[in-house]
């Protein structure tokens, strides 16, 4: 199993730019999840999807968007880039309520800057 | 208030020193606990699940003790590859809220 894969690894921004960042797992997890990660800072959630077709907003949502159209992928778009979302990505996921299990297995982490 | 507070650090340690880590969470109704560990400009691993009744893993050992709200991490004979930060995960209702972290330094 590849566990979470997260692409790019890597990516340089212009304010106003737009991307996604991709997410894949492939263990059958229900729940995923998007961190965004500051330089010395802790983990803030940005979103969350228990299931394909449900997704809520976590602790700093605001500037992105996601969806879930699959078990396997959970997608992170930014709309109109912005130097404040210089930051490192992680996507995670997690057995969640279905398996009673809700430790997260990360993926490697995007680093993006917005310039 | 932050709903996970974890001790500020940093800890610089010797080889062979026990240190402990807290970390004490605001929601009551919290269900599950864990501590990750993450090495610099790397991803979060899972390092233990903390169980109600305590559990042990090599040379760690995790509390929990539900009526303070708090869980500890104790690490014995501490080791040069154990330098890292700690990170605290409570969850509830799926929804995982971190700590800030304790960065840990094994030194020679």
């Known amino acids: 199993n590849a566990g979470v894969t997260q692409t790019p690894k890597f990516r340089i921004l212009k304010i106003g730019q737009s991307m996604t960042l991709q997410c894949t797992q492939d263990?059958?997890?229900?729940?995923m999840y998007w961190y965004r990660q500051d330089p010395g800072m802790g983990l803030k959630l940005i979103y969350y999807?228990?299931?394909?077709?449900?997704?809520d907003k976590g602790e700093v949502p605001n500037g992105y968007n996601v969806s879930r159209s699959t078990t396997e992928d959970f997608p992170l778009r930014l709309e109109l880039a912005a130097p404040s979302q210089t930051s490192v990505y992680f996507c995670?996921?997690?057995?969640?309520?279905?398996?009673?299990?809700?430790?997260?297995?990360f993926g490697p982490g995007t680093r993006l800057t917005v310039t | 208030r932050k709903e996970v507070e974890q001790d500020p650090g940093p800890f610089n340690v010797p080889e062979g020193a026990t240190v402990a880590f807290n970390c004490t969470y605001s929601?009551?109704?919290?269900?599950?606990f864990f501590w990750y560990r993450q090495d610099c400009r790397k991803e979060p691993k899972l390092l233990m699940s903390?169980?109600?009744s305590g559990n042990e893993d090599g040379r760690f050992t995790a509390q929990l003790n539900r009526a303070s709200q708090y869980i500890s991490l104790l690490i014995r004979d501490s080791k040069l590859s154990d330098s890292a930060t700690y990170l605290c995960?409570?969850?509830?209702?799926?929804?995982?809220?971190f700590g800030d972290g304790t960065t840990l330094t094994v030194k020679p």
């Open positions: 995960v409570v969850n509830s209702a799926g929804k995982s809220t």
């Open positions: 999807s228990v299931g394909a077709g449900i997704t």
């Open positions: 903390v169980y109600s």
């Open positions: 929601n009551s109704a919290s269900q599950s």
């Open positions: 995670a996921s997690s057995w969640g309520l279905a398996g009673g299990r809700y430790e997260q297995y």
């Open positions: 263990m059958n997890h229900n729940y």
